[in-house]
């Protein structure tokens, strides 16, 4: 079936401004192309008609109505990271980036509570709560930059979700503005409350399908004092898997549980080098043990220890201080950076899997290259060792049979590995764009049916991020194939851009203008489109490449080592000979 959707008209324009002011509503095609860029997915026809940045859940309900009343869709964003393109426009329309929404509005520390406007990012928060010796604990790898809404509404785990859990774990109550503009309170500030069915909990992961998330009630809890690491590297996947069900059996949870395949391990020592380099290959595992006291951890930590000393792994390091730790668990942050240096494109997969199966599935999944006759394509795996894989597929997107060869790969991965052994097509990443051809598989059609109900009742007129699966068959048809995270070659730019976005937060002229357009991210997507003949230099693009104020924190914050600042140097030289 089609999805119609209509346009935003000039007079719907005017009336959007009206809204939230002539700063934080934009139509000019240089502004929408940057937001069609984000974490992964690049698609020339689905750039968004307007940009709109509310800073009150007023201004949100005012536009939500008059979005549904014209059928116009609705894409709500946060630092747009999500790596299935769930920000992403396939039906155009408006986003609704809630940058501006970032207060932190209560710190209630007896009552363990914190109270925040969807636009705070993750590290923000944690920073503001180390004085008070407090924290949320869920830390996906981009928590330098992805918003507590974007991780709410994905329901994002990461490296310490083995002991602490993910973001549904500590979300307390949440208000959220549904299409017709009704403003809803979900949850309580209590600890515990059964007085209502779990509405709340239907927003969280709902990839901002069922309404706006503009306030958010969290949990948080004590920091712990100490720590203890270990890497460990096993010839032998089974052993390693052996050694984490001991640790599950004798009931040691370690706050990170994490596994790197041998070819993260070469990519890794060859990225990072120095001390990395003299490991031996093999598989990762890589563990650590929080706690209160250090007796309390270094007790469990030999318990840990010796479980998975019994093993024999081919060589293991414990960190005997600070710097060592940091360096070790460096070599996990560096994965996609030092992946993404061996081809082209590089797309991260995401789906879950009991742990008794893991030896198994990640056999299964070396093997994929081989049994699909793929030439080309390598795959790689990292995983949360509470069954949270993350294939990484390697390959060349310019390439046709490269592109061909990784759609197969996908359809193995799920249909042939990860449902038939009871997993989930998603543990932390979510629908996005890219995994609707799938989701029948897992849940059968009875469910998505109801899903499908439960989103009308929501949204009876669809206009809530379309394009995503969940509650919405329909979108098939704008399914992704392409989701790598340097998708849209940058070859002439010589860029190695993974467009994560960890660049945007530090940067002062986003900052200040706190749109994309205005962001080192934004600036190369504006760059890529000179490039590639899609925009033509103008007033605003001299404008934007101006701003940049060649800072160079972006550099230093960016894992792929993009020398941003100079790139923009060349340009402005470039843009002053031309005028
Ligand atoms: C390098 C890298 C590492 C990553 N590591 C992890 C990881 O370890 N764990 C993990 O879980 N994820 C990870 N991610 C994915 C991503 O960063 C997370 O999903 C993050 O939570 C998204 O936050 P965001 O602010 O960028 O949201 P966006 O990408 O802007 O949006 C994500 C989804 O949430 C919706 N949304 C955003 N805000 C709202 C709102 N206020 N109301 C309703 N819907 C909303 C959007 O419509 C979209 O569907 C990683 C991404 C990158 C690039």
Known sequence: MVITYNKVSTSLIEKFTEIVGENSCFDSFVIRWTYGFGGTIFEKEWIPDLIVLPKTVEQISEILKLANDNKIPVTPRGSGTSLSGGSMTPYNGIVLDLAKMNNIIKIDIENNLVEIEPGVICDDLNEVLKPYSYFFPPDPGSSSVATIGGMVATNAGGIQAFKYGVTKNYVLYLEVVLPNGQILNLGADVLKSVSSYNLKDLFIGSEGTLGVITNIGLRIRPLPKTKKLGLFIFEDVDKLQDAVLEIRRKGIVPNLLEFMDKLILKAVSEYLGGEFLDFPNGYVLLAEVD????????????????????????????????????????????????????????????????????????????????????????????????????????????????????????????????????????????????????????????????????????????????????????????????????????????????????????????????????????????????????????????DIIHTCTSCAICHTKCPAGVKTHEIFEKAREIIHKKS
């Open 291 to 542: 706690g209160v006291t250090e007796r309390e951890v270094e007790e469990n930590f030999s318990i840990l220890f010796d479980i998975i000393i019994q093993k024999s792994p081919l060589f293991h390091k414990i960190a005997k201080n600070e710097e060592e730790r940091e360096r070790l668990i460096l070599s996990r942050k560096a994965n996609l950076p030092a992946l993404s240096r061996i081809r082209p494109s590089t797309c991260v997969e995401d789906c879950t899997i009991q742990i008794t199966h893991f030896a198994d599935v990640i056999k299964q999944i070396e093997q994929i290259p081989e049994k699909i006759h793929a030439k080309n394509l390598l795959v790689a795996t990292i995983c949360h060792m509470e069954g949270n894989l993350h294939p990484t597929f390697l390959f060349n997107e310019n390439d046709k049979q490269d592109v061909k060869d990784f759609q197969t790969a996908i359809d193995y991965l799920y249909k042939k590995i990860i449902i038939p052994v009871g997993g989930s097509l998603t543990g932390e990443h979510g629908i996005g764009k890219i995994k609707t051809p799938f989701l029948e598989l897992e849940h059968g059609s009875k469910v998505v049916d109801l899903m499908s109900k439960v989103k009308k009742l929501f949204d009876p007129k669809m206009i809530l991020n379309p394009g995503i699966g969940k509650g919405d068959q329909r979108s098939l048809a704008k399914s992704s194939i392409l989701r790598s995270l340097k998708n849209r070659s940058d070859n002439i730019l010589e860029l190695k851009c993974m467009r994560c976005g960890f660049c945007i937060t530090t940067c002062p002229s986003r900052i200040y203008h706190m749109i994309e357009s205005y962001s080192p991210r934004g600036r190369l997507s504006i760059l890529n489109g000179l490039v590639h003949g899609d925009l033509e230099l103008n007033e605003l693009i001299t």
